[in-house]
């Protein structure tokens, strides 16, 4: 059972940084992908970053490049978004999910995406 929980929203000033962390149940191989998604009042799902856990390589949206950061820590089975220079436009629930294993990215899109996080608000003003 594959068990995901987000930490490290709040609100924040425009101009200012967060980090959300992500802690994750841990397969027994590399080969899948994690990601952080948001969704604001109104709006549909959308996708944030994500990093294929094989080799690291990282995917972000348009929208937050040069801003938000991906990373993971795979000894602490944790994932991570750091966010700086946050906009209010950055405000909605962040949400983390992960594949099933041997699934891969699809840039930062949702379908490939199996187990999601309860999710953790992010308030820029």
């Known amino acids: 059972h594959v068990q995901l929980v987000e930490s490290g929203g709040g609100s924040v000033q425009a101009g200012g940084s967060l980090r959300l962390s992500c802690a994750a149940s841990?397969?027994?191989?590399?080969?899948?992908?994690m990601g952080w998604f948001r969704q604001a009042p109104g709006m549909e799902r959308e996708g944030v970053a994500t990093?294929?856990?094989?080799?690291?390589?990282?995917y972000v949206a348009d929208s937050v490049k040069g801003r938000f950061t991906i990373s993971r820590d795979n000894v602490k089975s944790t994932l991570y978004l750091q966010m700086n220079s946050l906009k209010p436009e950055d405000t909605a629930m962040y949400y983390c999910?992960?594949?099933?294993?041997?699934?891969?990215?699809?840039?930062?899109?949702?379908?490939?995406?199996?187990?999601w996080g309860q999710g953790t608000q992010v308030t820029v003003s």
């Open positions: 990093v294929y856990i094989g080799d690291s390589t990282t």
């Open positions: 841990k397969y027994a191989y590399s080969n899948y992908c």
């Open positions: 999910a992960t594949t099933k294993l041997w699934v891969g990215c699809d840039g930062t899109r949702q379908r490939p995406f199996a187990y």
